[in-house]
């Protein structure tokens, strides 16, 4: 073979892994390769503070919706997206929701004549939490009244989004019994949500030491409940109480 030949031969093969190397480098600059830092916690900050801590942990953050929650202050981030503590990469946009200042009104459904099931569910997918459920005589176990604040509430009224309402409830003396569901390994809202589709009313979760910011409560999941699942012949408007931790040790998350 020609030394010419081979010697153009030998700088194809340099050149090629000069390129190569090359856009190793590139592409590890470009993405931060390697560099990855812990998302900060932005919930119940302001977004203003949000800015401040965004530039001193050295990721970004951008307001990308608005809800309304009565339990988180107004006018500061209710969640973000990645999660507090996610390994994200140096300059990283976090977005966030943030709690509304101001309710917005909305229109108040009709649950009245349904099943406790079905008004549970319909008030909770238009955002609205189901507070107690007081049951009274009645004749076929049917959402009597709807509630907001001890007073009834009509159908097509203007109310504030995020409302709890007490459902007044007809108790069927034949029917006046049902069993506690398995609830465990589920967040707070989904589990508060099947007991009380199941007639039943929950005492105020107990969150333990590992939750220890609004975040932490967000995510947490029951690790513990009483009555324990599938316990059966609970008379209807009873109480559950609900355990919650973010320690893996219990929830199982390891």
């Avoid at 302001?46 to 530039?55: G, I, N, R, S, Y």
């Avoid at 019994?177 to 009313?201: H, W, Y």
Wanted: glycine letters at 6%; one cysteine or more; hydrophobic letters at 40%.
């Amino acid at each position: 073979m020609p030394k010419k030949l081979i010697k153009n031969i030998v700088l194809i093969f340099v050149f090629v892994a000069a390129l190569l190397i090359l856009s190793s480098c590139m592409l590890r600059w470009v993405t931060n390769h390697g560099k990855c830092i812990e998302a900060p916690d932005f919930t119940s900050l302001t977004p203003a503070e949000c800015e401040v801590l965004a530039k001193e942990s050295g990721v970004r953050v951008e307001v990308i919706d608005t809800t309304y929650v009565r339990s988180v202050r107004r006018g500061c981030i209710f969640t973000q997206d990645p999660a507090a503590g996610s390994m994200v990469k140096k300059n990283r946009k976090i977005r966030l929701v943030v709690n509304a200042s101001v309710p917005r009104k909305v229109s108040m459904p009709n649950v009245v004549e349904c099943p406790v099931r079905q008004a549970v569910s319909d008030l909770t997918s238009k955002g609205f939490i189901v507070g107690r459920l007081q049951y009274v005589p009645g004749y076929d176990d049917r959402v009597q009244a709807q509630l907001i604040n001890g007073k009834n509430v009509a159908p097509g009224s203007t109310v504030e989004s995020g409302s709890v309402v007490d459902l007044r409830v007809g108790f069927d003396p034949l029917c006046s019994t049902t069993s506690a569901p398995d609830v465990r390994g589920k967040r707070s809202i989904q589990a508060q949500k099947e007991i009380k589709e199941r007639s039943l009313n929950v005492r105020r979760p107990i969150y333990d030491s590992s939750v220890r910011s609004y975040a932490d409560s967000i995510n947490a999941v029951v690790w513990r409940q009483t009555p324990e699942a599938f316990t059966t012949n609970l008379t209807k408007g009873s109480e559950m109480t609900i355990w919650l931790s973010v320690d893996p040790a219990k929830t199982g998350l390891e």
